[in-house]
T-cell receptor
């Protein structure tokens, strides 16, 4: 069955450092992969989308890579700030239905 | 742009009652909306896909008679939890797919349901 795994433990880093979050998947061939941010008690907020034929995408301090051979995506936040503290979800999608399969999320804590 | 609202944001009800949750896309048309459920410290689990003007498609294990979905217009979908029980207590989140950018979903703020 399809399986998505993100960093299982919470990630704690110091302000200013680069946070790197991992998303691995098996038994799936996604057409695209998305990253979302979710704050406690709130709905997810869309951050970035990367398609299967793209290797890397950037948006301000965010960078996403997508390796379909390794079946892995890496999500980087450079110059991290305490305001970046949240849970980050990766989601895989394919086809025309628009359905997404979510990973369990990684909680990032950026300490001042 | 791309704002999705949900109402109510939280609801407490007695066991056996029905609860209706509304999901609206405020500034775009959504031919497809999705309903998710999220338990504490777990990820989002897709419950059903709601297409405007047609019957919803439910994921395996989700009771369609328990979770009634109606998508009457391009900007509104409703989820009704019928005869709610304590095990239905959860965080329900909807998302809407912009007809112009079909790979992206915009999520509502969620509705927390507590069934006593």
């Amino acid at each position: 069955s399809q399986k998505i795994e993100q960093n299982s433990e919470a990630l704690n880093i110091q302000e200013g450092k680069t946070a790197t979050l991992t998303c691995n998947y098996t038994n799936y061939s996604p057409a695209y992969l998305q990253w979302y941010r979710q704050d406690p008690g709130r709905g997810p907020v869309f951050l970035l989308l990367i398609r299967e034929n793209e290797k890397e995408k950037r948006k301000e301090r965010l960078k996403v890579t997508f390796d379909t051979t390794l079946k892995q995506s890496l999500f980087h936040i450079t110059a991290s700030q305490p305001a970046d503290s949240a849970t980050y979800l990766c989601a895989l999608g394919s086809g025309n239905t628009g359905k997404l399969i979510f990973g369990q999320g990684t909680t990032l804590q950026v300490k001042p | 742009g791309a704002v999705v609202s949900q109402h109510p944001s939280w609801v407490i009800c007695k066991s056996g009652t029905s609860v209706k949750i509304e999901c609206r896309s405020l500034d775009f048309q959504a031919t497809t909306m999705f309903w998710y459920r999220q338990f504490p410290k777990q990820s989002l689990m897709l419950m059903a896909t709601s297409n405007e003007g047609s019957k919803a498609t439910y994921e395996q294990g989700v009771e369609k008679d328990k979770f009634l979905i109606n998508h009457a217009s391009l900007t509104l979908s409703t989820l009704t939890v019928t005869s709610a029980h304590p095990e239905d207590s959860s965080f329900y989140i909807c998302s809407a797919r912009d007809a112009r950018y079909q790979e992206t979903q915009y999520f509502g703020p969620g509705t927390r349901l507590l069934v006593l």
